[in-house]
């Protein structure tokens, strides 16, 4: 911007004294002020500068501004270099502060992922000691409620509250310690217990750790298993004489025991179990099953008889019949047709009625008649087999919803109890047993059923086509000859 103003003041400078000696020589005198005679008369005008003066004083004014210039120059490339030196001196500053933030800010994240690491650990360790405390508070619960079933309440009192997690744990072992030495042996106690019909019998109670008993009594002895409420009962295998023998001290070869784990839950005895409680464990869809199943076997029977009554004395209609045609008897012939029941009388008696019609048009009336007669013989067949498919289908659908049943209770109570889970269980297995054992021998049945159908539909067509072929033999006055294999002659 200096350098530009410079070159200015320059060009004005040099066109100043440029015009100047123009405009005073060419300025005209003022109107109506022309010299009298009695004015004294004006100087004399200076002389014109030469044009070499001229040049003079503008090679010296340019002189000067360049000098000007190049001082100014100068100046500004000194101040141009300070400013550099000084922006090096704090760019150099920066960067320097700039690496000692990064390398702060360095420092600062690896304290910062170390505290995480720290902290990570910290809390995986506060976890642990919290489930280690749950596990310890559970298995104080647990051997207090065991305990407690033998009448031991050490685990229950104020004064075992106030001790230390050691002392609890030593304390817990030294408890269940002593319980399993005393009841690992056998002890004779006087007691009270049932026999099987009912009856309370006063005796000795000889225990067996606490998994098993026997009962001895002047009046009865045996092998004893839980009858609820902490009583004993007489098991079905009493084993009367070797429980004497042990009351007595003796040691028999074989030691017949009854292992049990409570005595709150009464013994079942071990009767095989029936069919309605078999069907029963499946639940809803093992009935229906069932239903289907009964359902199934109905249709069998009907359809056995329909078939049965429409192959009936097939081939002792052949033969009566065939005999009097041979011998031209159309109307005795049609009389013994109709004598005979079954889908075969009435296709053979539709032929002899249509004998004398052409040989073609007669095959199309026997056809047409075995296709009427077709929807009595597969009457029910395609129902029977829809069953034979519909039911594991069923048992599938019962394996889903007892799956579904175990697994909810899964959900709610947990695995610990596997009663808990039999019902869902018992659902998944036996319905899919009961399915397939409805559809397999009704599959069977159906198909042989059907092969049956198609039989007789084939003896049909070859009565009617055999009586044809002797019709109009006996008419041509020539012989024909048998057919075989199923084939007309």
């Not at 270099?81 to 704090?90: K, L, P, T």
């Not at 990064?102 to 919290?130: F, G, M, P, W, Y």
């Not at 099987?196 to 998994?211: A, E, F, P, T, W």
């Not at 902490?230 to 295998?237: A, D, F, L, P, S």
Request: with cysteine; glycine share 10%; hydrophobic share 45%.
């Amino acid at each position: 911007m200096t350098v530009i103003n410079n070159g200015w003041r320059l060009a004005a400078l040099a066109a100043a004294l440029w015009l100047a000696p123009v405009q005073a020589q060419d300025e005209p005198a003022p109107a109506g002020d022309a010299p009298s005679a009695d004015a004294p008369a004006a100087p004399a005008p200076a002389a014109e500068p030469s044009e070499e003066s001229v040049e003079q004083r503008l090679e010296e004014a340019f002189k000067r501004e360049f000098a000007f210039l190049v001082e100014q120059k100068a100046q500004l490339e000194r101040s141009l270099q300070d400013f550099r030196a000084r922006a090096s001196r704090e760019v150099g500053q920066v960067k320097g502060r700039v690496d000692q933030l990064q390398s702060q800010l360095v420092a600062v994240q690896d304290r910062q992922n170390q505290a995480r690491e720290e902290l990570k650990l910290i809390q995986e360790r506060t976890r642990s000691t919290s489930n280690a405390q749950q596990v310890l508070e559970g298995t104080f619960s647990q051997a207090e409620s065991t305990l407690a079933d033998y009448g031991i309440d050490k685990l229950g009192g104020d004064d075992f509250a106030e001790l230390g997690d050691d002392e609890k744990v030593r304390e817990t072992f030294a408890t269940a310690r002593e319980l399993i030495t005393e009841r690992s042996e056998m002890r004779t106690s006087d007691g009270a217990f049932f026999t099987q019909d009912g009856s309370r019998i006063d005796g000795q109670l000889i225990k067996v750790g606490g998994i098993a008993a026997y009962g001895v009594s002047p009046d009865a002895a045996g092998v004893l298993a839980p009858a609820g409420g902490g009583r004993y009962k007489i098991w079905e295998n009493a084993a009367t004489d070797t429980v004497r023998e042990i009351a007595q001290g003796a040691s028999p070869a074989v030691l017949p025991l009854f292992l049990y784990e409570s005595l709150d839950t009464s013994a079942e005895g071990t009767g095989a179990e029936s069919v309605i409680e078999h069907i029963e464990s499946g639940g809803t869809i093992a009935w229906i099953i069932m239903g289907l199943a009964g359902v199934a076997l109905l249709l069998i029977l009907v359809r056995i008889a329909f078939l049965a009554r429409a192959s009936s004395r097939t081939g002792k209609l052949e033969r009566e019949v065939g005999a009097l045609v041979r011998e031209g008897r159309m109307d005795d012939a049609l009389e013994a047709c109709g004598r005979f029941k079954g889908s075969a009388a009435r296709v053979v008696g539709s032929a002899l009625r249509n004998m004398d019609r052409q040989r073609e048009h007669l095959e199309d009336i026997i056809s047409e008649s075995i296709l009427a007669e077709s929807g009595h013989l597969n009457r029910f067949g395609a129902m029977i087999l829809v069953i034979a498919a519909v039911s594991p289908l069923l048992g599938l659908l019962g394996t889903v919803t007892g799956m579904i049943s175990t697994f909810d209770v899964i959900t709610k109570f947990g695995t610990g109890d596997p009663k808990l889970l039999s019902g869902g269980i018992s659902t998944a297995l036996v319905t899919t047993e009961l399915g397939l054992m409805v559809a397999i021998p009704t599959l069977l049945v159906g198909n042989v059923l059907s092969s049956w159908a198609e039989r007789i539909k084939d003896s049909m067509e070859k009565a009617a086509l055999r009586v044809t072929n002797l019709y109009h033999a006996g008419r041509d006055g020539a012989t024909p000859r048998m057919a075989h294999a199923g084939s007309p002659a």
